[in-house]
């Protein structure tokens, strides 16, 4: 059996509340435009982003699929990307439809929204995977075999949902709390679950992708393709090596001049040159690779942090009360049928809204504000709050007791 690289990019950028101050609570429901001249408005970072990353990425994965027949790879795109891409930048959205076509790349399923709803409101959660299935089925001809949750956060109750749902696959991030004795380079399967199998991210060589590449103090800099495939021959038990990392590690967060592009188009042919080595995309890896062991995650784990849990989105009363209060609109929201307001309920259900109100410190807080386009944690919850605030004035108007 040969040895497989499974690579899998995750895109997505969220719709960023604007600065929406209590006095524009009732009067502009539009939470989501910034002024054109501010950079961090969405239509801007779309752009920034495009031109940065989803463009040149594209290109070189393009080149690499023609030039490459064993190549493969697999990627996530969520529907608040789509929607945007949609409206601002729709010849970059047929470059990913473009590099779908060739044959060779899997989508990957998740929710529409890159929501947390599984953990507040299944019903929820449930709406946002099929209004995601349908996008995917919709532009890319493609239904999704393999699931992966909001920055992969995980637990038992979602492989036993995965696993109902017919889902092949799910993956999440290979935490050594989790692994014990055992490596992320082989493929498991959930306790109490028949059919679906788990992929587990190898942490250690996708962060050395994702956030290490660059630094020029990393005592392992400059990495090249030549050590990178060295460490990895160096594992000896293995089967698939899991590198799973955001789209914008391409060109944004590790800038076209650390030289990233050109690591993985050198990367590519180095590792198969060798006959006993190809990749697979995610279904493929799970189809290849009997499970080795069954994996047991009571607590939830995701890929963010020192931690690896919900801490970065719910660490603090901030979080914990923003997201209760807008998870307590549910039924209310839901119950008026008017879209516009549903669709904005659901644009604040994304992750990222919570991260932003992330107050850790040292390393992990540098990553947090790197990522914000707000001055603080507070701002960025006063911001929010507001919007909550007029989507409850919204169902007063139309009768709703709140």
């Given at each position: 059996m040969k040895k497989s690289i499974t690579l899998y990019l995750h895109a997505h950028q969220p719709y960023r509340v604007r600065d929406y101050t209590i006095f524009d609570v009732g009067k502009d429901h539009d939470y989501f435009k910034w002024p054109a001249n501010l950079d961090n408005g969405n239509e801007r970072i779309i752009d920034k982003v495009s031109s940065k990353s989803y463009i040149p990425t594209n290109k070189m994965l393009t080149k690499l699929l023609n030039e490459n027949p064993e190549f493969k790879v697999s990627l996530s795109i969520t529907g608040t990307l789509i929607t945007q891409l949609e409206k601002w930048a729709p010849d970059v959205l047929q470059s990913f439809v473009d590099l779908v076509k060739t044959g060779r790349v899997e989508i990957v399923a998740e929710t529409y929204h890159h929501s947390l709803a599984f953990f507040y409101s299944l019903e929820e959660f449930e709406i946002q995977v099929r209004m995601h299935r349908e996008k995917i089925e919709e532009l890319f001809h493609q239904t999704p075999k393999v699931f992966r949750n909001t920055e992969l956060a995980y637990n038992n109750d979602l492989a036993i949902w995965a696993d109902k749902s017919g889902y092949k696959g799910i993956l999440t991030e290979g935490w050594d709390k989790i692994l014990g004795w055992r490596n992320a380079n082989h493929v498991y399967r959930p306790i109490n679950t028949k059919n679906v199998k788990l992929l587990m991210k190898n942490y250690k060589l996708s962060d050395d992708l994702a956030f290490r590449f660059g630094d020029k103090n990393w005592s392992q800099w400059p990495l090249t393709s030549e050590k990178y495939v060295d460490w990895i021959n160096q594992t000896g038990d293995s089967e698939t090596f899991n590198l799973f990392m955001d789209y914008e590690t391409f060109g944004e967060h590790q800038w076209e001049?650390?030289?990233?592009?050109?690591?993985?188009?050198?990367?590519?042919?180095?590792?198969?040159?060798?006959?006993?080595?190809?990749?697979?995309?995610?279904?493929?890896?799970?189809?290849?690779?009997?499970?080795?062991?069954?994996?047991?995650?009571?607590?939830?784990?995701?890929?963010?942090?020192?931690?690896?849990?919900?801490?970065?989105?719910?660490?603090?009363?901030?979080?914990?009360?923003?997201?209760?209060?807008?998870?307590?609109?549910?039924?209310?929201?839901?119950?008026?049928?008017d879209w516009d307001i549903i669709e904005d309920w659901r644009k604040l259900q994304t992750s990222d809204h919570f991260y932003y109100m992330c107050?850790?410190?040292?390393?992990?807080?540098?990553?947090?504000?790197?990522?914000?386009?707000?001055?603080?944690?507070?701002?960025?919850?006063?911001?929010?709050?507001?919007?909550?605030?007029?989507?409850?004035?919204?169902?007063?108007?139309?009768?709703?007791?709140?």
């Amino acid at each position: 059996m040969k040895k497989s690289i499974t690579l899998y990019l995750h895109a997505h950028q969220p719709y960023r509340v604007r600065d929406y101050t209590i006095f524009d609570v009732g009067k502009d429901h539009d939470y989501f435009k910034w002024p054109a001249n501010l950079d961090n408005g969405n239509e801007r970072i779309i752009d920034k982003v495009s031109s940065k990353s989803y463009i040149p990425t594209n290109k070189m994965l393009t080149k690499l699929l023609n030039e490459n027949p064993e190549f493969k790879v697999s990627l996530s795109i969520t529907g608040t990307l789509i929607t945007q891409l949609e409206k601002w930048a729709p010849d970059v959205l047929q470059s990913f439809v473009d590099l779908v076509k060739t044959g060779r790349v899997e989508i990957v399923a998740e929710t529409y929204h890159h929501s947390l709803a599984f953990f507040y409101s299944l019903e929820e959660f449930e709406i946002q995977v099929r209004m995601h299935r349908e996008k995917i089925e919709e532009l890319f001809h493609q239904t999704p075999k393999v699931f992966r949750n909001t920055e992969l956060a995980y637990n038992n109750d979602l492989a036993i949902w995965a696993d109902k749902s017919g889902y092949k696959g799910i993956l999440t991030e290979g935490w050594d709390k989790i692994l014990g004795w055992r490596n992320a380079n082989h493929v498991y399967r959930p306790i109490n679950t028949k059919n679906v199998k788990l992929l587990m991210k190898n942490y250690k060589l996708s962060d050395d992708l994702a956030f290490r590449f660059g630094d020029k103090n990393w005592s392992q800099w400059p990495l090249t393709s030549e050590k990178y495939v060295d460490w990895i021959n160096q594992t000896g038990d293995s089967e698939t090596f899991n590198l799973f990392m955001d789209y914008e590690t391409f060109g944004e967060h590790q800038w076209e001049d650390t030289g990233i592009f050109d690591f993985i188009t050198s990367l590519v042919p180095m590792w198969l040159r060798d006959e006993n080595n190809t990749f697979t995309t995610v279904s493929e890896a799970i189809d290849a690779y009997e499970p080795q062991d069954f994996i047991n995650v009571p607590e939830t784990v995701t890929w963010a942090d020192t931690e690896r849990d919900l801490s970065a989105w719910l660490g603090n009363p901030m979080q914990q009360e923003a997201i209760k209060a807008l998870y307590s609109l549910s039924g209310k929201i839901l119950g008026t049928g008017d879209w516009d307001i549903i669709e904005d309920w659901r644009k604040l259900q994304t992750s990222d809204h919570f991260y932003y109100m992330c107050t850790k410190y040292f390393n992990d807080g540098d990553i947090h504000a790197y990522f914000s386009p707000y001055a603080s944690p507070y701002e960025a919850t006063i911001n929010f709050m507001n919007a909550w605030h007029d989507l409850k004035f919204r169902l007063i108007e139309k009768g709703v007791e709140v």
